[in-house]
């Protein structure tokens, strides 16, 4: 089993690289799926089913890692206590992994939190991929997480989609000089009363580095840009929180309209023994629910600055984008 380490280092001339998050670029050889587990709630039972996808033409080794959410949990040794997939993924192979940490993580049921997939050419050495980056292979992750009643299993799901993070598509507070050190999400709503009416609205960050201690803000307002409220979260090394949005601002409260959040990280510290060349970086997600159904909606960050040419055209002065 491959001891792997997560290191989130930012070359200077690929620093526009992090806004690969705001397309689909979803392949790498560690992708980050920010929700999952296996929990009973109340009356239903939460479940996550996960597909992944061999992007190369030789057989992969996957490895998994499950986080815990909460700020007490520590997560820090992840990267230590990997479980291998059974089987190898064949070349270019699509695979359904059902209720991927019942499966993998029976000792963790009744947990939620994230995984974190390793991706490793079979025969291969990937604890350096510096070293042997043709064995650090690529896959792409997609999680479906969802309920059903826990009285009756055969009685219908609702549930909704996770992508993988790949792990170069972090937001990092090193990359302020390009505006890409913040994102926001839309589509937060707050009204009616649960159970008979309206929505509420959760969301969740994930501190995507094992060698900082980061402290990421989420600020909240409303559609028209007035300012509600805001909460400052510390995240252990590859901490993780799932909460309400009226944990960050109290008085967020919609009426058949939507606000949003500016998520920024303001704080990192270096862990003792952490790659201090490393970035500091963080994923966040939202989800809005109808009171009335449970049915949620996933909502993704979403970076204020275009795609910069230069990803995708080159930085050679002939290289025109084909329109603007």
Same mark, same amino acid.
Request: net charge neutral.
């Given at each position: 089993?491959?001891?792997?380490?997560?290191?989130?280092?930012?070359?200077?001339?690929?620093?526009?690289?992090?806004?690969?998050?705001?397309?689909?670029?979803?392949?790498?050889?560690?992708?980050?799926?920010?929700?999952?587990?296996?929990?009973?709630?109340?009356?239903?039972?939460?479940?996550?089913?996960?597909?992944?996808?061999?992007?190369?033409?030789?057989?992969?080794?996957?490895?998994?890692?499950?986080?815990?959410?909460?700020?007490?949990?520590?997560?820090?040794?992840?990267?230590?206590?990997?479980?291998?997939?059974?089987?190898?993924?064949?070349?270019?192979?699509?695979?359904?992994?059902?209720?991927?940490?019942?499966?993998?993580?029976?000792?963790?049921?009744?947990?939620?939190?994230?995984?974190?997939?390793?991706?490793?050419?079979?025969?291969?050495?990937?604890?350096?991929?510096?070293?042997?980056?043709?064995?650090?292979?690529?896959?792409?992750?997609? +999680?479906?997480?969802?309920?059903?009643?826990?009285?009756?299993?055969?009685?219908?799901?609702?549930?909704?989609?996770?992508? +993988?993070?790949?792990?170069?598509?972090?937001?990092?507070?090193?990359?302020?000089?390009?505006?890409?050190?913040?994102?926001?999400?839309?589509?937060?709503?707050?009204?009616?009363?649960?159970?008979?009416?309206?929505?509420?609205?959760?969301?969740?960050?994930?501190?995507?580095?094992?060698?900082?201690? +980061?402290?990421?803000?989420?600020?909240?307002?409303?559609?028209?840009?007035?300012?509600?409220?805001?909460?400052?979260?510390?995240?252990?090394?590859?901490?993780?929180?799932?909460?309400?949005?009226?944990?960050?601002?109290?008085?967020?409260?919609?009426?058949?309209?939507?606000?949003?959040? %500016?998520?920024?990280?303001?704080?990192?510290?270096?862990?003792?023994? +952490?790659?201090?060349?490393?970035?500091?970086?963080?994923?966040?997600?939202?989800?809005?629910?109808?009171?009335?159904?449970?049915?949620?909606?996933?909502?993704?960050?979403?970076?204020?600055?275009?795609?910069?040419?230069?990803? %995708?055209?080159?930085?050679?002065?002939?290289?025109?984008?084909?329109?603007?």
């Amino acid at each position: 089993m491959n001891i792997r380490r997560i290191s989130l280092i930012v070359i200077a001339v690929l620093a526009v690289a992090s806004i690969a998050s705001a397309s689909n670029f979803r392949a790498a050889d560690i992708v980050y799926l920010p929700s999952a587990g296996k929990v009973a709630s109340g009356s239903v039972v939460f479940v996550t089913d996960v597909y992944i996808t061999n992007h190369t033409n030789s057989k992969v080794v996957v490895s998994v890692g499950f986080g815990e959410t909460g700020t007490a949990a520590d997560n820090s040794q992840l990267p230590k206590n990997l479980k291998n997939l059974p089987t190898s993924l064949e070349a270019g192979e699509r695979r359904l992994i059902s209720d991927v940490t019942g499966t993998l993580f029976p000792e963790k049921d009744g947990k939620l939190g994230f995984l974190v997939f390793f991706a490793c050419r079979e025969g291969g050495n990937c604890l350096d991929c510096d070293a042997n980056p043709a064995d650090c292979s690529l896959i792409s992750v997609e +999680g479906r997480i969802y309920s059903y009643p826990a009285a009756n299993p055969a009685g219908g799901t609702k549930g909704q989609l996770f992508v +993988g993070y790949p792990w170069y598509s972090f937001v990092s507070p090193n990359d302020a000089a390009l505006s890409l050190d913040k994102v926001f999400v839309v589509g937060l709503r707050n009204e009616g009363v649960r159970p008979t009416s309206g929505y509420r609205t959760n969301f969740g960050i994930l501190n995507a580095s094992q060698d900082y201690t +980061g402290q990421v803000k989420v600020s909240v307002f409303t559609g028209t840009g007035t300012f509600v409220g805001e909460k400052t979260y510390t995240l252990k090394p590859l901490g993780h929180v799932q909460t309400g949005i009226l944990d960050a601002a109290p008085n967020f409260t919609t009426s058949n309209s939507a606000g949003y959040a %500016v998520i920024q990280q303001v704080g990192s510290t270096l862990v003792p023994g +952490g790659c201090a060349a490393c970035a500091p970086g963080f994923f966040v997600f939202g989800s809005v629910l109808d009171n009335v159904t449970d049915d949620p909606t996933t909502l993704e960050s979403i970076y204020t600055e275009q795609l910069d040419l230069r990803c %995708v055209y080159g930085s050679k002065a002939d290289r025109r984008p084909v329109r603007r």
